[in-house]
Every structure is written in structure tokens, then in C-alpha cells.
């Protein structure tokens, strides 16, 4: 089974980004070997549809489950869409995280945790 966690970094002993549309990557972890290997979130920088476009990549990568800290209605709606089960956590380190994971330990969602946002990033200053 593929799992993907969301990352700010590249490292699988990163910290979990909980912003699942906009994390940087996705570090994909393949449960049965343990290989895994970080793949950029091309909707990171979307103006709009970030959690849409984010579930359609992960769906192309045959993922089956995804860890994250917030799921948003329309990125909940197209997971679920595509079969890929979704878990909720707080901001930990990913490896540790993967562990939970493969001992039942973590949070599986039913539904939204986060509101509905439109657009893309806001400037900061």
C-alpha cells in the first residue's frame, strides 16, 4: 500500500505539514518494502483548488491513504472520490508518524476538518 504524508521538506524526518492542498511535498511510503520518496505538490502554489489538485495527484501515484493535519471540504470531497483514505494527526516527525500509522494508531477522518478557503496564497509583509 502507498501512504502519503504531507511534508515542508523533502526528508522523512521532516516534520508533518498540516496544510494538506498546500504542503511542499508528499512523501510517498511504500508500507510493505518501507522505501519511500518525496515527490513535490504541484497544487502547492495554486491560485485556487489546491486540495482538488492535490488529490488528483496523489490518486495518480496510486496512493491509498494520506496523513495530514487538515483536510478543507473540497480537498475531503476529492479523496474520498478517489477511494483514498484519509487520517488526521498533529505536527510530528514523519517517521514517527509512519510507525503510528503501521500500528493503528492514528486518527481516521469521516469528514472535513478544516473550512473552505478560496484562493491561493496570501502575501506576506
Not at 472520490?81 to 494527526?89: E, N, V, W, Y
Not at 517517521?95 to 476538518?113: A, N, R, V, Y
Amino acid at each position: 500500500m502507498k501512504v502519503a504524508i504531507t511534508a515542508g521538506e523533502p526528508n522523512f524526518e521532516a516534520k508533518l505539514e498540516p496544510r494538506f492542498g498546500r504542503c511542499a511535498y508528499f512523501l510517498i511510503v511504500e508500507t510493505e518494502t518501507q522505501d519511500w520518496k518525496p515527490m513535490q505538490n504541484p497544487a502547492a502554489d495554486a491560485m485556487g483548488g489546491a486540495g482538488p489538485q492535490a488529490a488528483q495527484f496523489l490518486a495518480d501515484q496510486g496512493v491509498e491513504a494520506v496523513i495530514s493535519g487538515e483536510f478543507g471540504p473540497n480537498a475531503y470531497t476529492a479523496l474520498e472520490a478517489a477511494g483514498i483514505r484519509m487520517f488526521r494527526t498533529r505536527v510530528e516527525n514523519i517517521s514517527s508518524l509512519f510507525e503510528k500509522f503501521l500500528t493503528d494508531q492514528l486518527e481516521p477522518i469521516s469528514g472535513p476538518t478544516s473550512p473552505q478557503r478560496h484562493g491561493g496564497r496570501r502575501a506576506r509583509g
